[in-house]
């Protein structure tokens, strides 16, 4: 994949929802990639890997509309190429960071379409899967929770103007791998 492929997945997911019905989350996912990585660039500033993991992190909805238990997966394989594998292992770990959040912190309100698919991506975690997430798993975590924050209606933007300005970063984070 390159740049270019990329950018034009990311300007495909403009009219692409995390459920091929729109019963899921409440905004496409290119606004929810943009919001996410926005958060991320907030409170991580310097930490630009983490943010193209956020921009990029539900690709796998796009390419395999349905699949929500392997669409981390499917996204992350799909990103390694060109962005290397810490943006792709932080694009796989968001799903086992939903779990792990869901299980540490149980009166952490999920959105209406992450609580129905909790369980098909595997449920809450067991004890010993909680300590071996904990060994590698903060970036991850800050990830996910940018992802919970990332799904407001209606934001004013542009889309793809926005979408325009992560390029550069896109591709340092590529030249970097």
């Given at each position: 994949?390159?740049?270019?492929?990329?950018?034009?997945?990311?300007?495909?997911c403009?009219?692409?929802?995390?459920?091929?019905?729109?019963?899921?989350?409440?905004?496409?996912?290119?606004?929810?990639?943009?919001?996410?990585?926005?958060?991320?660039?907030?409170?991580?500033?310097?930490?630009?890997?983490?943010?193209?993991?956020?921009?990029?992190?539900?690709?796998?909805?796009?390419?395999?509309?349905?699949d929500?238990?392997?669409?981390?997966?499917?996204?992350?394989?799909?990103?390694?190429?060109?962005?290397?594998e810490?943006?792709?292992?932080?694009v796989?770990?968001?799903?086992?960071?939903?779990?792990?959040?869901?299980?540490?912190?149980?009166?952490?309100?999920?959105?209406?379409?992450?609580?129905?698919?909790?369980?098909?991506?595997?449920?809450?975690?067991?004890?010993?899967?909680v300590?071996?997430?904990?060994a590698?798993?903060?970036?991850a975590?800050?990830?996910?929770?940018?992802?919970?924050?990332?799904?407001v209606?209606?934001?004013?933007?542009?889309?793809?103007?926005?979408?325009?300005?992560?390029?550069p970063?896109?591709?340092?984070?590529?030249?970097?791998?």
């Open positions: 994949m390159t740049v270019d492929e990329l950018m034009d997945l990311l300007t495909a403009e009219d692409a929802w995390d459920t091929p019905d729109r019963s899921g989350d409440p905004v496409p996912l290119l606004d929810h990639g943009l919001q996410v990585a926005a958060v991320l660039r907030q409170r991580y500033p310097d930490d630009v890997e983490l943010q193209v993991a956020g921009l990029v992190h539900d690709l796998g909805h796009l390419l395999n509309p349905g929500e238990a392997g669409h981390a997966a499917a996204g992350a394989e799909a990103v390694r190429p060109l962005l290397g810490g943006v792709a292992e932080l796989e770990l968001h799903v086992p960071a939903k779990r792990y959040l869901a299980t540490v912190e149980p009166e952490r309100a999920l959105s209406p379409e992450s609580a129905r698919t909790l369980e098909l991506q595997g449920g809450l975690m067991s004890p010993e899967e300590l071996a997430f904990e590698y798993g903060t970036r975590v800050a990830l996910r929770r940018a992802d919970d924050a990332g799904k209606i209606g934001l004013d933007r542009e889309p793809l103007a926005e979408l325009a300005t992560w390029r970063v896109i591709e340092r984070v590529a030249a970097a791998r």
